[in-house]
T-cell receptor, first 114, second 115 residues
């Protein structure tokens, strides 16, 4: 069965610090990978996605993620965070015969100190 | 394009009462999902519709939860009777499919508090 692990439950950074949020998945076949973001009081929004091709994916607001197949990882990165990046971040996976079904990780809460 | 609409945004009920949530997906999206998001956790899929047919309801507690999408557009999710552990945000999402690529769009959710 598919599963997604996000090991960091709460990350606190200062503005301009670099960010890396870990995501590992468990699935043996071809996967589609996503990062969603939920800003305070807002709905879930797609940050970026990987389906195929270049394993380094660039998303909105300066975020990027790298798919490393050998490590079953899809970590989210941003070189310099801003206070407005304060949000909850969810990694998600879909794949195989259930390509339309997305499994979410438990989320990482990111707090940015101004 | 207009996003996924959900109502109500907030609902407070007592245990053993009934409640219903409504979702209107993005126009033209054939696939619709209901998720339950408990505080501190990621969204958990409850049910998936393709047009007006159920594709996956394996995680829906069918003794108390029901959902329908009669005309393949709007959908309602009902809980009867509610339990304290049903307190959560209920998210609706619709999906666009193009060239085998699936992308889900989420509504704002309904925050349910059961007292």
């Amino acid at each position: 069965a598919q599963s997604v692990s996000q090991h960091n439950h709460h990350v606190i950074l200062s503005e301009a610090a670099s960010l890396e949020l870990g995501c590992n998945y468990s699935y043996g076949g071809t996967v589609n990978l996503f990062w969603y973001v939920q800003y305070p009081g807002q709905h879930l929004q797609l940050l970026l996605k990987y389906f195929s091709g270049d394993p380094l994916v660039k998303g909105i607001k300066g975020f990027e993620a790298e798919f490393i197949k050998s490590k079953f990882s899809f970590n989210l990165r941003k070189p310099s965070v801003q206070w407005s990046d304060t949000a909850e971040y969810f990694c998600a996976v879909s794949g195989g015969s259930s390509a339309s079904k997305i499994i979410f990780g438990s989320g990482t809460r990111l707090s940015i100190r101004p | 394009e207009a996003g996924v609409a959900q109502s109500p945004r907030y609902k407070i009920i007592e245990k053993r009462q009934s409640v219903a949530f409504w979702c209107n997906p993005i126009s033209g999206h054939a696939t619709l999902y209901w998720y339950q998001q408990i505080l501190g956790q990621g969204p958990k899929l409850l049910i998936q519709f393709q047009n007006n047919g159920v594709v996956d309801d394996s995680q829906l507690p069918k003794d108390r939860f029901s959902a329908e999408r009669l005309k393949g557009v709007d959908s309602t999710l009902k809980i009867q009777p509610a339990k304290l552990e049903d307190s959560a945000v209920y998210l609706c999402a619709s999906q666009r499919q193009a060239m085998g690529i699936y992308e889900q769009y989420f509504g704002p959710g309904t925050r349910l508090t059961v007292t």
